[in-house]
């Protein structure tokens, strides 16, 4: 029973050192930089896959003219949903670059290991419609 039990221990121990060799976060509207949150903008983007992120989640909505754009809630700095063109426009906080699809889709193209999360598009069509060559 004994020996039963320290095989059994042993085991237990393996699979926690195995499964703790790598720690997965997921960087939350693509991270933080410089002390901004809910950017979902390009350099928190690039700061989160600096810092080693495997999962980026992006706010995605879609703007008046129906084009794929990274951002959290139209109300934060418009009372409307803008077109592309002011969308990519305007910098984010006044600081950081907006993200549309071309740029998601090179930054997924460039960082194969790199999984996207979204939670504000509940329309399946529409993640078909943009990003089908990255369904997992």
């Known amino acids: 029973m004994k020996t039963i039990f320290h095989f059994l221990f042993?085991?237990?121990l393996a699979a926690i050192?195995?499964?703790?060799?790598?720690?997965?976060?997921?960087?939350?509207?693509?991270?933080?930089?410089h002390g901004y949150c809910y950017s979902n903008s390009l350099e928190v983007v690039q700061n989160s896959l600096e810092h080693g992120i495997d999962f980026i989640e992006l706010d995605l909505s879609?703007?008046?003219?129906?084009?794929?754009?990274?951002?959290?809630?139209?109300?934060?700095?418009?009372?409307?949903?803008p077109t592309h063109d002011e969308f990519m426009a305007r910098k984010i906080y006044g600081l950081f670059t907006p993200i549309d699809f071309p740029r998601m889709d090179s930054i997924l193209s460039a960082n194969p290991g790199l999984s996207l999360?979204?939670?504000k598009i509940s329309d399946p069509a529409i993640i078909d419609q943009w990003l089908h060559k990255y369904k997992k």
């Open 10 to 12: 042993v085991l237990f």
């Open 62 to 81: 879609v703007t008046s003219d129906g084009q794929l754009v990274a951002w959290h809630d139209w109300n934060f700095e418009w009372t409307y949903a």
């Open 117 to 119: 999360v979204t939670d």
């Open 17 to 33: 050192i195995q499964g703790c060799t790598r720690q997965e976060y997921i960087a939350h509207a693509g991270g933080s930089i």
